[in-house]
């Protein structure tokens, strides 16, 4: 069972930045696959950045060029940089993990493990 925590979500005024957290457990971290997801209101969840054990990235068109997604295996973490926010960018967004984590997952359905989210509010 891995459990995973985020933190650093909050209020943000359009063109701001904020730096998600998502601490995990487990011994295994370094072989996990990692992404972060967000859902708002009435839309479905989707992917914002996922990146595998091996370190490769991949980004949704609407973020690419403003988040960056890194991970420090020493401290079970993975982050999401968030640069030049928008209105759209708005919320709640959720960590998710994959132990068989070498391939590129970019699918809800992909990931067995989920944090609770972060709201992350962006206003104009």
């Known amino acids: 069972q891995v459990q995973l925590v985020e933190s650093g979500g909050g209020l943000v005024q359009v063109g701001g930045s904020l730096r998600l957290s998502c601490a995990a457990s487990?011994?295994?971290?370094?072989?996990?696959?990692m992404g972060w997801f967000r859902q708002a209101p009435g839309k479905e969840r989707e992917l914002v950045a996922a990146?595998?054990?091996?370190?490769?990235?991949s980004y949704a068109d609407s973020v690419k060029d403003r988040f960056i997604i890194s991970r420090d295996n020493a401290k079970n973490t993975v982050y999401l940089q968030m640069n030049s926010l928008k209105p759209e960018d708005t919320a709640v967004y959720y960590c998710?993990?994959?132990?068989?984590?070498?391939?590129?997952?970019?699918?809800?359905?992909?990931?067995?493990?989920w944090g609770q989210g972060t709201q992350v509010t962006v206003s104009s």
């Open positions: 998710a993990a994959r132990t068989w984590g070498f391939a590129l997952a970019v699918r809800s359905d992909q990931y067995e493990y």
């Open positions: 990146m595998p054990s091996g370190g490769s990235t």
């Open positions: 487990g011994r295994a971290f370094s072989t996990y696959g």
